[in-house]
Nanobody, 126 residues
Framework: VQLQASGGGLVQAGGSLRLSCAAS???????????MGWFRQAPGKEREFVAV????????LYADSVKGRFTISRDNAKNTVLLQMNSLKPEDTAVYYC?????????????????WGQGTLVTVSS
């Protein structure tokens, strides 16, 4: 199962980035009816939950630290999931990972996810 995350980069505090996660190959069928999420891991810290969207996009959940600044969305026709990140802060610096849930809905727990993409680095300068 292949999940490809992209869109990371270097941005100044207050700026914006949009991350994309694309499924390919057998991953498309594997995740087509599943929730999709984003996690991040900052240097020296554990991986943490960022956001998740249900398979139809009708339900979303965000970490308190990003609520109101980040927006998760999905385009099932294109097999992609997006994370729009606005008003970025230096503490948002991390490697961001997309993940496919085990079912139509998923939460904050790692156990809710079955497939993980490689990360994309986001660096926010002050």
């Amino acid at each position: 199962v292949q999940l490809q995350a992209s869109g990371g980069g270097l941005v100044q505090a207050g700026g914006s980035l949009r991350l994309s996660c694309a499924a390919s190959g057998r991953a498309v069928r594997a995740i087509s009816n599943n929730a999709m999420g984003w996690f991040r891991q900052a240097p020296g810290k554990e991986r943490e939950f960022v956001a998740v969207i249900s398979w139809r996009g009708s339900s979303t959940l965000y970490a308190d630290s990003v609520k109101g600044r980040f927006t998760i969305s999905r385009d099932n026709a294109k097999n992609t999931v997006l994370l729009q990140m606005n008003s970025l802060k230096p503490e948002d610096t991390a490697v961001y990972y997309c993940a496919a849930g085990r079912s139509s809905y998923a939460g904050r727990d790692f156990a809710d996810y079955q497939y993980w993409g490689q990360g994309t680095l986001v660096t926010v300068s002050s």
